[in-house]
Every structure is written in C-alpha cells, then in structure tokens.
C-alpha cells in the first residue's frame, strides 16, 4: 500500500492550538493525528485551529475527521476554526464532499460570523463557478436552513436595491413572495421551501412577487427554487429570480389586444347579419313580383327579360343568405339541430331540382347511390341540403360540358361508419394553391370568386358543426370533386 506522508507542526499560544498541516489528509494517517489532537486536549484547549495550507489533498474520511472534532470541541465550548485552504485543496474538497465544510466553523456566536463562515465554505467550493454566478444576469439569492441569506450575486443586489452586507442573515421572505407553482401539477400545496425541508428534492418553478428595499415599488418575477442536500439532510437552497415585468405588461396587451379583436369581429359580424336581413326582405318582394310578372301574357322578348330577372335576384339572394350564415358562424350564433335524415329523399330531391338546369347547359347530372335498404345520418336536415345544394350550384356555375356526378357511399370501419358525399364535376378545376386557400382553417371568402368561396367556406364550418368534415381534389381544366363526411346512424 502507498504511503502518503503528513507532516504535522504544533504552534501553541495561550490556550490556542495550531496545527499547521502538509502532505496528504488521508484515513492511512489519521490516527497520528488524533493522538496528537488527544494530546493537546489534555493540556486543557480553548481554541483548535487546523492550518490547511500545505495539505494537497484530502480524502473523504479526512473530510469526516474534521466534521467529527468540529462537533466535539464546540459542545465543549472550545473554538474550531480552519485557516490557509488552498487551491489544491478546494478541489479536493469539492469532489469528496465540500458541503460538510458548511458545518465546520465557530460555535454559534455572533450571526454574521456564522453566516459568514457558511458563506466562505460554499463560495470557495470553485473560483470558476462563482465567477459565472456573479456575472449571470438573473437574481440569485443563496439561503441556509433556516431562510437565512448567505450570499447575493450583482443581479440580486440591483433587484432588491440594498447591497450584499446589508441583507446577509435576513430572513428571505422578507423580500421574495412565492406564487402558486406553474407546473402542470404541483407536487405540493406546501410553502416550496417548508416543502424542501421536509424532503422535497425537485426544484420549484413559479411566479412570485419581489419587495426592494426602501419602499421601491414591488416587482413581478420568474421564480426557481433549486434545493440543497447533502445525503438526507436539507442544507438550504438557492433562490433565482428574473424580472418578469415586461413579459406581464405583453400578456395585458395581448389580452386587450384580443378582446378588442373579439369585439370587433361581433360587431362587424352583427352589423353583416342586420344588412344581409335588410336586404333579404325586399328581394323576396321582388322575387314574388318577378313571379307573379312571368305568369302574366308576355310577349317572348318580356318574358325572356322577366326570366333574366328572376333568375338574378335569385342568385342574389342565395348571397345574401350565405353572408347572412356567414355572419351568424362568425358570432358564433348559428344553431344546429341534430337528428337523425333518411339521405335517400334528399338525393331524389336534389336530382329534381337540378336535373333542369343541368339539362338546359347541356350537361348530364348522374347519382350514385349505394342500395342498402337505409342510409341514415345524424345531422341538420336542413343544413345538409345547403350543404349540397352550394356544391351542386357551384359545379353547374362552372362547368360548361361534361357531367356532373352526386354520389353517396358508406366509409369506414362499423364502429365508427361514415356516409361520405362527393360532387363530381368537369369542369375549370381549381389550381392547388387557391383550392388549399379555400379549404384552409379560418380562410375568408375569395374576393375573386365571392359565390364559391363564400359558399365553400360556409359548407366547410357547417360539416364541421355536424361532426364532419369537407374536402376536395382538383386540377385546373381537370374537373373538380368537392366531398364531405358525416356520422352515420
């Protein structure tokens, strides 16, 4: 086994024993010392003071041995002191075990000298890292056991407005008022640094309020609470803190910033459905009159202009309406009555209705409709036959030849079985980019093309109101397919 010398010299001086230590303070030579030590009680001590500044290195029973007779000489009211660590040593000591140097100092006299004892033991522990604390921009504060401030770094002093000496062995609650904890799930409802005294290892992440001294007015601050163990026993904590002012003063603005955003978008919302429902009332006189006109004995050229007419203020007025829907998904007043539709009815509806029109462009209007004996859905009745007869007017407007195909299929897996709706069409096709643009979240109507992309966009929130969802594939001068699904019953 090596040998690791330690050469050990007595000065003694009215009661005072100094022994000034060199080589290696390991468990192979501990037990000269502690003869010696033995020795120099007997005399009758009132100090023991252990110069370190020879000593290169120490192991961790050496650390043990100093802890063991700092607590034997203080409850004999003798003083304990170490002077002259080096550099070596601190480096040692940090890797051994340096918070034990925390509980080796004077017995319990005046406040400052035990904190400031503390405070030595824990700054020396590596010249590197304090040097990185103090130049941190984030307040941190060093507490022991019992909340007592130990050291502050330069962004703590400025915070509080008082300097370093002025704070030390002040309690820390005097000046940090700790938050409810922003996790996700607080571990405890516990004070966080009563919770860390009785075990509480992770560190603490809230808000919090910082009282300056001289009466400066509070601050607002990001709160990190990191404790301080050494095996079982709670040695204090480390206290860091950021001014969370401005962060606070953006949340208000944004805050008001969206309100004001909401209240615009009611009010523009409510004014949209007050003119859409002005404006409804007299096209339906016009509509009635434009009927009652077309009934009468017109000559071919009159009845051609009345027909012009009534077909206008027609369209017309589906625009009107879908602003007025617009306005009433926008305020979030559109209500939506669930039950169960027999979809069969509403195809051979729809088929009537449009089999006319598609005739006159000279285009052919097909369906395919899967032959189960039902095919319901749960939705809005009433809001699905918008919902088809936007996509169906949309495919007439812009197809010029071809066909246009309305088809009804179930999809899916039985526990979770969909009917799927689907307008085919050949008509001009939609290019990707303005397609996604219309199919997109939140996307407002295309100021190009107002009647489909009002339309389109009213489609799409209704399916989604009814648990469903609308899609669409195209390509330019390809055709368009615009489909959407519901729950089926």
């Not at 502690?34 to 020795?39: G, K, L, P, T, Y």
């Not at 704070?167 to 008022?177: C, F």
């Not at 009159?302 to 007025?324: G, H, K, M, P, W």
Request: net charge negative.
């Amino acid at each position: 086994m090596p040998d690791f010398p330690l050469h050990i010299r007595v000065d003694r001086r009215e009661g005072e024993v100094t022994l000034r230590l060199e080589g290696y303070l390991f468990s192979s030579n501990l037990a000269r010392l502690a003869r010696m030590i033995d020795a120099e009680e007997a005399r009758g001590l009132s100090a023991l003071i252990f110069d370190l500044g020879g000593v290169v290195q120490i192991d961790s029973r050496g650390i043990g041995a100093l802890v063991a007779w700092h607590r034997h000489f203080t409850t004999r009211d003798a003083e304990f002191r170490l002077q002259g660590v080096s550099g070596q040593v601190i480096e040692t000591l940090q890797v051994c075990g340096l918070v034990h140097l925390m509980e080796i100092g004077p017995p319990p006299g005046r406040l400052t000298d035990r904190l400031r004892h503390q405070r030595e033991a824990l700054w020396g522990s590596h010249q590197y890292a304090q040097q990185v604390l103090m130049a941190l921009g984030e307040g941190l504060v060093g507490l022991n056991a019992d909340r007592e401030i130990l050291f502050l770094n330069p962004a703590a002093e400025q915070m509080l407005r008082a300097r370093e000496e002025a704070l030390l062995g002040r309690r820390i609650d005097a000046y940090v008022e700790f938050g409810p904890e922003t996790a996700r799930a607080p571990i405890s409802t516990l004070h966080p640094l009563d919770a860390m005294q009785q075990g509480r290892r992770t560190p603490f992440h809230g808000e919090g309020v910082l009282r300056p001294v001289n009466g400066v007015p509070t601050v607002p601050v990001d709160l990190t609470l990191v404790p301080v163990f050494r095996g079982l026993v709670y040695l204090g904590a480390v206290v860091g803190f950021l001014d969370a002012s401005a962060r606070k003063a953006s949340e208000l603005a944004l805050r008001r910033a969206r309100a004001d955003a909401e209240a615009a978008a009611a009010a523009r919302s409510e004014f949209m459905a007050m003119i859409a429902h002005e404006i409804r009332n007299p096209l339906n006189g016009v509509v009635g009159v434009l009927e009652l006109l077309a009934e009468g004995n017109l000559d071919e050229e009159q009845s051609d202009l009345v027909r012009t007419a009534r077909e206008s203020t027609r369209s017309l007025l589906f625009i009107v309406n879908d602003l007025l829907d617009f306005a009433r998904l926008e305020a979030g007043q559109l209500a939506i009555d669930l039950t169960e539709v027999d979809v069969r009815p509403l195809i051979e509806e729809l088929l009537g209705l449009f089999g006319p029109q598609a005739k006159a462009k000279g285009l052919a209007l097909t369906s395919s409709v899967q032959s189960e004996s039902s095919l319901l859905v749960r939705a809005d009745q009433s809001r699905l036959r918008q919902i088809l007869i936007n996509l169906l007017t949309n495919a007439l407007k812009f197809t010029q030849r071809g066909e246009i195909a309305l088809g009804v299929e179930p999809e899916g897996a039985p526990a979770s079985r969909r009917l799927r709706f689907s307008v085919r069409d050949t008509g001009v096709g939609l290019d990707h980019e303005r397609l996604a643009r219309l199919l997109a979240p939140g996307s407002a109507p295309d100021p190009k093309h107002p009647p489909r992309g009002l339309g389109l966009i009213i489609s799409r929130r209704l399916c989604e109101l009814m648990g469903g969802q609308l899609g669409a594939e195209s390509r330019p001068g390809a055709g368009s397919t615009f489909w959407f699904t519901l729950p089926q019953v």
